[in-house]
């Protein structure tokens, strides 16, 4: 069964860093792109990072130069580096990941949902 998992979420002050991982299982190709969101109590699912076929990479204005995504395609994981964490990251983080499977049909795309992992950050 596939499933695409996050971790590394915790409690940390203000300027301190995290690395959140998250992690497909199962049978797949590849990860053809991932995106990491956040939402805070009350608000909406916010696009933070993501990452593209060649690596390209994009960030919301607000965690540019502090929050770096990457991917190792050997362990179907892609990171998400923050740096000079804010109160204001606080948030609940998940992962979207467009997976390639192949269940017979050839490959196909399908994207999934993470489980989402808890970041707070206090001032």
């Known amino acids: 069964q596939v499933q695409l998992v996050e971790s590394g979420g915790g409690l940390v002050q203000a300027g301190g860093s995290l690395r959140l991982s998250c992690t497909a299982s199962?049978?797949?190709?590849?990860?053809?792109?991932a995106d990491w969101y956040r939402q805070a109590p009350g608000k909406q699912r916010d696009l933070v990072a993501g990452?593209?076929?060649?690596?390209?990479?994009k960030y919301a204005d607000s965690v540019k130069g502090r929050f770096t995504i990457s991917r190792d395609n050997a362990k179907n994981t892609v990171y998400l580096q923050m740096n000079s964490l804010k109160p204001e990251d606080t948030a609940v983080y998940y992962c979207?990941?467009?997976?390639?499977?192949?269940?017979?049909?050839?490959?196909?795309?399908?994207?999934?949902w993470g489980q989402g992992t808890q970041v707070t950050v206090s001032s």
């Open positions: 199962g049978s797949i190709d590849s990860i053809a792109a």
């Open positions: 979207n990941a467009i997976l390639v499977l192949d269940n017979g049909w050839g490959p196909r795309s399908y994207s999934y």
């Open positions: 990452i593209a076929g060649g690596d390209s990479t």
